[in-house]
């Protein structure tokens, strides 16, 4: 039954998705995206209370599958800086060119449905997406680049959005390694002329508060579900973990939905306190679930 409910959500999400890049947020009703799914409207609202509800879900979608293209990439151990910088930016356009509709919808000028949720959620994403690409320049082109890092992503992210808009506007047809390969000539090039120049940056956290945000965490601090699976791979089988084994499974599920339910997180890492062998990990676990806003401080 749950899996049946998250592919009737999901297929739900994909269906407004391509209204709202069509047609608008504003301009689509409740009612049409029923139609699109061949659903009743009431079938709709029993999955999404309200249409905001219903777009706010579409960017967590969005962001779950990019951010969990990054986690894949920072785990794989053997890869070296510009090959992961790579692999980084190939995740964003084979996103992009995965869910056109989401990058259309994104370039519509939708500014009034943006309300206060969705406008922090935004940002917060912003800022995740910002720390991958930061500390991946910055282990490119050391320590002596890191304050200049951050507008170094502010050109890395406006290439990769120019060359996306470009294809879907313009209809030209631009493989995934070429740009990405034409991006990092750019950024390298920009990199090496500021490291021999070494112009004050013009951003600072003075008149970008974020930076500060930004400057101070690492978006190398391990991932929830990385955590989980060395939570379990510590616990040895047997009938003595049985009951942490299986609060592991029941978070771990509950982790990869789209609105994670903070009470089940809260009880399975209560349930995880019981096994002392894990009292290392679960730190780093509350804290990662802490950072994504599912445990409070």
């Known amino acids: 039954m749950e899996e049946k409910w998250n592919e009737k959500k999901r297929h739900i999400l994909l269906a407004a998705m391509k209204l709202f890049a069509a047609n608008g947020y504003v301009q689509t009703t ?13 079938s709709v609202y029993q999955q999404f209370s309200s249409k905001e509800a219903l777009l706010l879900d579409i960017f967590k979608f969005f962001f779950k599958r990019l951010n969990d293209g990054m986690q894949l990439v920072e785990r794989e151990r053997q890869l070296g800086p510009r090959e992961r910088l790579e692999r980084k930016i190939l995740v964003c356009l084979r996103l992009w060119a995965e869910y056109p509709e989401f990058f259309t919808m994104q370039m519509r000028e939708n500014g009034g449905f943006v309300n206060q949720e969705i406008r922090d959620y935004l940002k917060r994403m912003d800022t995740e997406i910002s720390l991958f690409f930061i500390d991946s320049l910055v282990d490119i082109y050391g320590d002596g680049y890191a304050p200049y890092a951050p507008e170094g992503v502010l050109l890395l992210s406006s290439l990769l959005s120019t060359y996306m808009g470009l294809q879907l506007v313009e209809k030209i047809t631009l493989g995934p390694d070429e740009v990405c390969r034409h991006i990092l000539h750019i950024v390298d090039a920009v990199a090496e002329r500021v490291l021999r120049e070494k112009p004050r940056p013009l951003l600072n956290e003075t008149n970008w508060p974020r930076l500060k945000e930004v400057s101070a965490r ?7 579900l ?25 978070l771990e599920q509950e982790l990869v939905d789209i609105r994670p339910r903070k009470v089940i997180v809260l009880g399975m890492l209560a349930n995880l306190k019981r096994s002392p062998e894990l009292a290392d990990l679960l730190v780093e676990l509350e804290a990662a679930c802490q950072q994504a806003g599912l445990v409070r401080g």
Do not use: F, N, T, W
């Open 30 to 42: 409740m009612q049409e995206i029923a139609e699109a799914c061949k659903m009743s409207k009431g």
């Open 218 to 224: 690492s978006a190398k601090s391990a991932h929830p």
């Open 226 to 250: 990385l955590l989980v699976k060395q939570c379990r791979e510590r616990l040895s089988e047997g009938e003595a973990h049985d009951e942490a084994l299986d609060s592991l499974a029941v």
